[in-house]
């Protein structure tokens, strides 16, 4: 089980909105520990996508925003392509045992 | 712009250890903390730790035990050895560059960018 929650899987029509929730707890997310986003293309190594909960890095379409309130997170694409298909993971950090990286179990992304 | 690329041997026999390499090449590497990721065949990413070339490191509670790096700075590499390994260790193990707010041996969570390709390492007899 993973630390962080995402749903197994999401999807939508071109052209659509989609978005993949991230939930975590008081020692995570809402302990003010920044989410990154990932996109992982198939047989691809993951990307950065949004960091900091919200900033996009150079390249990343405005298609992908990112927001965060409380002990959640959230990931939205707007303007959905085919090229879009891929599996999502959300990142923070944890401050039980001695502090660690967490993962959410990531979220495969359907264009139909 | 910043490139890495694992190498090691892609079988490892039940209880040996692990032995892996990442390569940065456009950068140095005691200018970053760097991060060491695996990925089970169809599963999600699990972190294994941090590392800095001074020594300052930091692991995965549940991977600890068994986990040991090291950087060489005349190389610009740095290693993960993982002792005693299973089939459960079977992954795709990653090597990326950590961006953030560092300081002794932990990143708080700093975002993995960029990511090597992967090497997958398979645990059999």
């Known amino acids: 089980q993973s630390v962080l929650t995402q749903p197994p899987s999401v999807s939508g029509a071109p052209g659509q909105r989609v978005t993949i929730s991230c939930t975590g707890s008081?020692?995570?997310?809402?302990?003010?520990?920044?989410v990154h986003w990932y996109q992982q293309l198939p047989g691809t190594a993951p990307k950065l996508l949004i960091f900091?909960?919200?900033n996009r890095p150079s390249g990343v379409p405005d298609r992908f925003s990112g927001s965060k309130s409380g002990t959640s997170a959230s990931l939205a694409i707007s303007g959905l392509q085919a090229e879009d298909e891929a599996d999502y993971y959300c990142?923070?950090?944890?401050?039980?045992?001695?502090?660690?990286?967490?993962f959410g179990g990531g979220t495969k992304l359907t264009v139909l | 712009q910043v490139q890495l690329q694992e190498s090691g041997p892609g079988l490892v026999k039940p209880s040996e250890t692990l032995s892996l390499t990442c390569t940065v090449s456009g950068g140095s590497i005691t200018s970053y903390y760097w991060s060491w990721i695996r990925q089970p065949p169809g599963k999600g990413l699990e972190w294994i730790g941090y590392l800095y070339y001074s020594g300052s490191t930091s692991y995965s509670p549940s991977l600890k035990s068994r986990v040991t790096t090291s950087v060489d700075t005349s190389k610009n590499q740095f290693s993960l050895k993982l002792s005693s390994v299973t089939a459960a260790d079977t992954a795709v193990y990653y090597c990326?560059?950590?961006?953030?707010?560092?300081?002794?041996?932990?990143?708080?969570?700093?975002?993995?960018?960029?990511w090597g390709q992967g090497t997958l390492v398979t645990v059999s007899s």
């Open positions: 008081s020692s995570n997310i809402g302990a003010s520990y920044d």
């Open positions: 900091g909960n919200i």
């Open positions: 990142q923070s950090y944890d401050s039980s045992l001695s502090g660690y990286v967490v």
């Open positions: 990326a560059r950590v961006l953030g707010f560092c300081s002794a041996g932990s990143c708080y969570g700093g975002r993995l960018d960029p």
